[in-house]
């Protein structure tokens, strides 16, 4: 029997690298790299309809090394889009395509704001705390990396 998932810190029985784009559709713990440069070590992720319209709303302000990831069916712009409401912190958001590409970026996102539409098609939102993204450019492939947990 499968231990549940969870975001508690706990010791790893081995990494695996990957970049299969459908490894989100079974969160385990996740590493987000870009350039050697860790962006994000404690992500959520949000792939049914109600966490990824809920997003960050309500929650607390993202700490470094937390991130919020929302998977589309598809990649397009419409499912991708996103709001601010009642998210009361400022963020970072980046849009990746199915092969993990970053195809746009906005840094400083405030609180309140009604609509953020991507400029290309995506398939994953990345919410970051904020100045997390200037790590980040577009054109550049992330990396994720996984941990089995026992």
Request: aromatic content about 12%.
């Given at each position: 029997m499968e231990k549940p998932f969870s975001f508690?810190?706990?010791?790893?029985?081995?990494?695996?690298?990957?970049?299969?784009?459908?490894?989100f559709e079974r969160p385990e713990n996740i590493e987000i790299v870009n350039n050697n440069i860790l962006i994000a070590d404690d992500v959520k992720v949000s792939n049914d309809m109600f966490s990824k319209t809920r997003g960050l709303m309500f929650s607390r302000k993202l700490k470094k090394g937390q991130a919020l990831l929302l998977v589309a069916d598809e990649?397009?712009?419409?499912?991708?889009?996103?709001?601010?409401?009642?998210?009361?912190?400022?963020?970072?958001?980046?849009?990746l395509d199915s092969k993990l590409k970053v195809v746009d970026k906005r840094e400083n996102v405030k609180s309140f704001t009604p609509l953020i539409v991507p400029?290309?098609?995506a398939k994953y939102v990345l919410e970051l705390p904020i100045k997390t993204g200037r790590h980040i450019?577009?054109?550049?492939?992330?990396?994720?990396n996984t941990r089995k947990w026992k």
């Open positions: 508690a810190k706990e010791k790893p029985l081995g990494k695996r690298k990957t970049k299969d784009a459908n490894l990649e397009n712009k419409m499912e991708t889009t996103i709001h601010m409401f009642f998210v009361f912190f400022p963020i970072d958001v980046v849009w400029k290309q098609p450019y577009i054109g550049d492939v992330l990396e994720v």
